[in-house]
């Protein structure tokens, strides 16, 4: 059966500090590999989706950046953080049906 | 602009009524809906889906209807129990495979 993981499950950054998330999927090949953000009062933001290693298609312009350096893996990046860039984020996969997301990473930026 | 609107934020409903959950959509190109369940500080969970080829999708408690003249879908849950309360979103997607979500209603059971 398919998994998927994130790491961390929280993290604290101050502003101006990088981030790195990851992303990663068993038990299946190509994956379409998705990033969302739930912030406060608000719902789902798709902030980037990827169809294949080293295609990254982006939502909403941000301070964010997202990869795909394996099949199963996904990794959301930030040079530099701002506050506004607190939430939850989520990584989802699909094989073109349902989507399913993994546990999250509640960011907390200071 | 947003696609799919839940325009009811909360909703509550006592234990063992109907609960029905509202969703609009503005884009005649979604051909597939689906509703998550998200409890706090976890990722959604697919509950269920319909295509637009069908309007009514059944699923135990849990069913969904598509009225796609008036971009239209709901979610019914009944009987309602108190480990349904959580927030729910209603999604849609075309066929691009990038899947549009509402911003979710915080549904409760009251006992």
């Known amino acids: 059966s398919q998994t998927i993981h994130q790491w961390p499950a929280t993290l604290v950054q101050p502003v101006g500090s990088p981030l790195s998330l990851e992303c990663t999927v068993e038990?299946?090949?190509?994956?379409?590999l998705y990033w969302y953000r739930q912030a406060a009062g608000r719902g789902l933001q798709l902030l980037f989706y990827?169809?294949?290693?080293?295609?990254i298609s982006s939502e909403v312009p941000q301070n964010l950046s997202a990869s795909r350096p394996q099949d199963r893996q996904f990794i959301l990046s930030s040079k530099k953080l701002l506050l506004s860039d607190s939430g939850f984020y989520l990584c989802?996969?699909?094989?073109?049906?349902?989507?399913?997301f993994g546990p999250g990473t509640r960011l907390t930026v200071t | 602009d947003q696609q799919v609107k839940q325009n009811s934020p909360s909703l509550s409903v006592q234990e063992g009524r109907i609960s029905i959950l509202n969703c609009d959509y503005t884009?005649?190109?979604?051909?597939?809906f689906l509703w998550y369940k998200k409890y706090p500080a976890e990722g959604p969970t697919f509950l269920i889906s319909?295509?637009?080829?069908?309007d009514k999708n059944e699923d135990g408690r849990f069913t969904v209807f598509l009225n796609k003249s008036a971009k239209h879908l709901s979610l019914h849950i009944v009987p309602s129990q108190p480990g349904d309360s959580a927030v729910y979103f209603c999604?849609?997607?075309?066929?691009?495979?990038?899947?549009?979500f509402g911003k979710g209603t915080r549904l409760h059971i009251l006992p």
């Open positions: 989802a996969w699909s094989d073109g049906g349902e989507q399913y």
């Open positions: 038990g299946t090949s190509n994956p379409n």
């Open positions: 990827s169809v294949g290693i080293g295609q």
């Open positions: 999604a849609a997607s075309d066929r691009d495979d990038k899947i549009i």
């Open positions: 884009n005649s190109m979604f051909d597939y």
């Open positions: 319909i295509s637009s080829i069908k």
